[in-house]
């Protein structure tokens, strides 16, 4: 379980994005790829051509965007999206990656085997030009790592809980979470790759 205040930070950031995909198309997607997009029965105890309209609503505003999209729109709980369209495209993840380190993290310290009162140290390495809080050197328990990734998307925090807790275990974390087309770079020749369907998937 995420902690209430990190929840609450994650809620908003699935409101702005989890039906809209990643921040950019990746070198494989194909442009426009919403141009239809598959419809699912009507949501229950609706109005007739509720979910028609909502569809109808998703195709308008990625045309008025007129750029390339990945939309999924569903109710949590529920296996079959409300509507969905180039929700397999892959798309560079920016700092959407942020919230797969938090899956990783907050399963280590499920299982016992990290503490949020352990400690972290940003290093050198872990800076980065813009988007970066902390200094190198600064000490942040693990509590704190994750407040400053999540709450004020900190790059130094991220980069360090990548470092030392890994991006394959992350990758492997996403896998057995069943969040599938969602991957953190391993290496200097890969991008953070995320889909819509992922997203909605992780939330």
Known sequence: MLPLRRTAAVGVISALIAIAGACGPSGGAAANAPAGGVVSPAIAGAPAGA???????????????????????AIPGRSTPLFAAGADEPFIAASLYKLAVLLRVEGLVERGA??????????????????????????LTIDEALEEMITYSD???????????????TNAALEAAGVHGFHVAENGDED????????????
């Open 114 to 139: 990290l503490s949020y009162g352990d400690t972290i140290t940003i290093e050198d390495v872990d800076v980065t030009v813009d988007g970066s809080n902390e200094y190198p050197g600064t000490v």
């Open 155 to 169: 790059n130094g925090a991220a980069l360090a809980l990548v470092r030392v807790y890994g991006a394959a275990a």
């Open 192 to 203: 953070n790759i995320v889909t819509a369907r992922a997203l909605g998937t992780f939330f």
């Open 51 to 73: 979910t028609a309209a909502l569809a109808a609503t998703a195709r308008q505003l990625v045309g008025d965007f007129g750029a390339q999209a990945g939309i999924v729109i």
